[in-house]
């Protein structure tokens, strides 16, 4: 569930969807469902106009509560068996999603050049 | 609880049972004395007794050469291990709507809800299929044709076997 929240976060609300849909894992199913009913929800209760015009600003999963039940195992032996919780959270914010500013060559060659010079010895005259 | 007492119970007799089982073979050691006396009349006597008992390999022998971790695996380490790159789910490049029904669909893939609607109207041609041969094994060796209603064969379709269908023709089946 971890890897598909990760998958999703900053994703227009669209594509969120579609990748969803095409992911074989049942997780994706329920964040689909998730998703959705956000997107419903925004457009009715929170005065959102367009409701392509969302993206995921946060999404993350953590661990509920789990049961515990008994694997038996061969020989008299025993295992304790969790039956795995969780719960899901995820943050629609109105906009185009934020675009991660791609750093051209010129300026990474720059800023090594920056940092070469910014070398000191601390506590020198 | 109830439960979990009585499986402690169980593992503890499980363990007692074990613990007499190395006793009786002699493989036991924890009672033994620190000082030792090295006498070579005492080898002899264990070796038949070793040979004699069929232990199951893996139970003393194992401790000298399985491999098992060293130290534990910190959380710090095993996050960037399950956290990696490679391990996390890729996104697909490939999806694109469907140009007839506008739902999504994969671009080697056939689209999910042309497909459903393409069964349904099949299944219901397959019944009236199965209502015609009355069973099993019963297909004629001609070719099939479905018409709906308000259609006539044509002189293409005269040797084969019709299915009428009292319903209107669907738009999408040409």
Request: net charge positive; proline share 5%; glycine share 6%.
């Amino acid at each position: 569930m971890w890897y598909l929240a990760k998958m999703i976060r900053g994703l227009s609300i669209d594509e969120a969807v579609a990748q969803l849909e095409f992911n074989d894992k049942k997780g994706a199913k329920i964040m689909k469902e998730v998703l959705l009913e956000a997107q419903e929800m925004a457009v009715k209760h929170h005065n959102v106009e367009f409701k392509s015009n969302l993206y995921v600003a946060e999404s993350c999963s953590g661990k509920g509560r789990y049961l515990k039940r008994i694997r038996y195992h061969g020989r008299g032996m025993y295992g304790i068996m969790d039956k795995v919780y969780c719960h899901y959270f995820v943050k629609l914010v109105e906009g185009a999603p934020p675009r991660a500013e791609e750093k051209t060559s010129l300026d990474a060659a720059k800023d090594y050049v920056q940092n070469l010079r910014n070398r000191t010895i601390i506590h020198s005259l | 609880m109830n439960l979990s007492g009585f499986i402690h119970s169980l593992r503890c007799s499980l363990l007692h049972i074990e613990c007499r089982l190395l006793q009786a073979a002699g493989l036991d050691r924890h009672l033994a004395p620190a000082l030792a006396v090295s006498g070579h009349s005492l080898l002899p006597q264990l070796r038949p007794q070793e040979e004699q008992e069929e232990q199951p390999p893996g139970l003393m022998d194992s401790i000298m050469w399985m491999a098992a971790p060293k130290k534990r695996r910190t959380i710090e380490v095993n996050r960037t291990r399950r956290r990696a790159v490679e391990k996390l789910i890729k996104i697909k490049t490939n999806i694109e709507p469907c140009l007839e029904c506008g739902h999504l669909k994969q671009k080697h893939v056939l689209c999910g809800f042309c497909y459903a609607k393409v069964r349904r109207e099949t299944t219901l041609i397959r019944q009236q299929i199965q209502v015609m041969e009355g069973g099993p094994l019963k297909a004629p060796a001609v070719e099939t044709i479905v018409l709906y209603e308000g259609e006539t064969p044509s002189q293409q379709d005269k040797d084969k076997r019709i299915v009428e269908k009292p319903s209107k023709r669907p738009a999408w089946f040409s």
